[in-house]
């Protein structure tokens, strides 16, 4: 009876051993993952910066449907167009900032700027002004305009 006892103990050991074994393994394997966590988390997201004179955007058939440029060389300006291209909205910053949309046939428009001496809004037909809401050296005033542009009634 002393082997049987004797080898069993030796089993008990053993099991004992392999438990503390795969409980080492299973905090190494945490430990590591930690670390790795750590590690990947600490890595800083590359900023990255594009420059360019323009961006167009074009639609799934390859026309310019928007584009994002310097116009007049310094003033930034978006315009977005319509399918055949043509421009419906534009927005240009700089020292006169404005925002003008148009009829798909830019015969009508309405534009809203900003400028030194005066603020407002404009509605046209084309290309000529029919009414002009505005602040003009802070004084407000309605304008509006016959087909040739002349005045035909103002109040300031």
Not at 28 to 43: D, E, H, K, P, S
Not at 93 to 117: C, H, K, W, Y
Request: hydrophobic share 40%.
């Amino acid at each position: 009876m002393p082997d049987e006892s004797n080898l069993q103990s030796i089993v008990q050991r053993l099991e004992c051993v392999e438990r503390e074994n795969r409980r080492l393994k299973r905090l190494c394997l945490a430990a590591a993952i930690v670390v790795g966590a750590l590690l990947f988390m600490a890595q800083a997201a590359p900023r990255r910066t594009i420059e360019a004179q323009s961006f167009v955007l074009k639609d799934a058939s390859g026309r310019a449907r928007a584009d994002l440029s310097m116009a007049a060389g310094d003033i930034p300006t978006l315009t977005m167009r319509d399918g055949k291209g043509d421009p419906r909205v534009t927005l240009g910053a700089g020292d006169n900032p404005s925002l003008t949309m148009s009829n798909p046939d830019n015969s009508e428009r309405i534009q809203l700027f900003v400028s030194p001496d005066v603020y407002g809004l404009t509605l046209s037909n084309a290309q000529v002004n029919r009414v002009g809401v505005g602040v003009w050296k802070g004084a407000p005033g309605l304008t509006l305009y016959d087909e040739s542009q002349k005045v035909v009634w103002s109040a300031r």
